[in-house]
């Protein structure tokens, strides 16, 4: 409930992830988690065009920044490409 409540009054959510890590389930489940809100939203919207009213749900429609942090050589560079897997575009 916190990071829906963080995300309704953000302009953008930046999810930053470990790229020394790698990929865990941690980072899928929330990716998950935001990608799946967004779509809701999304749909939701499709739907009730012109209707200006907030179903003061916790579906949002905002952009999702992926953030690889500790990236620092040419190497982790590289692996984290995994992070693609992830389903968040640019």
Known sequence: KQAAAAIAEADAVVFVVDGRAGLSAADREIADWLLHHRR???????????????????????????????????????????????????
């Open 40 to 90: 809701e939203s999304r749909s939701r919207s499709k739907k009730n065009r012109g209707n200006s009213e907030d179903d003061g749900g916790d579906s949002y429609e905002k952009p999702i920044v992926l953030a690889v942090n500790k990236c620092e050589s040419a190497q982790s560079i590289r692996d984290a490409r995994e992070f693609w897997e992830l389903g968040i575009e640019p």
